[in-house]
């Protein structure tokens, strides 16, 4: 009895470690490159429709927009490297779209 479950116990457990394995490569080979190696680097992406994104790289002390769809790649500027300021605060405007509507057209309504 204990041979035969030794016999069907090894398989399964020689199958899960080669699952178990295959997994840490896989994470190991995805990860992301620290930035002092990458030559790139995606600042910001800006989606403008179902398949075309605007997109901002730095490159070598510059930066480069870039139009990018399914089909192609455009340069559409190129910039100076410059830095980013990012806001400390929301916009309320935007974070509040439909209030704000509705009262510009309850002012123009009336």
Do not use: C, H
Not at 19 to 37: E, F, M, T, V, Y
Not at 80 to 97: C, H, I, S, V, Y
Request: charge should be positive.
């Amino acid at each position: 009895m204990t041979l035969e479950f030794i016999q069907t116990l090894a398989p399964l457990a020689l199958v899960l470690s080669l699952i178990a394995g295959a997994a840490w490569l896989l994470k190991r080979l995805n990860q992301p490159r620290s930035d002092k190696a990458s030559l790139m680097t995606v600042l910001a992406s800006l989606s403008v429709g179902p398949r075309e994104r605007v997109v901002l790289l730095e490159v070598a002390g510059q930066w480069l927009v870039l139009g990018v769809t399914s089909g192609q790649i455009n340069s559409l500027l190129n910039l100076p490297a410059q830095t980013l300021a990012k806001p400390d605060q929301p916009n309320l405007e935007k974070t509040n779209f439909a209030q704000s509507w509705l009262e510009r057209y309850r002012q123009t309504s009336s």
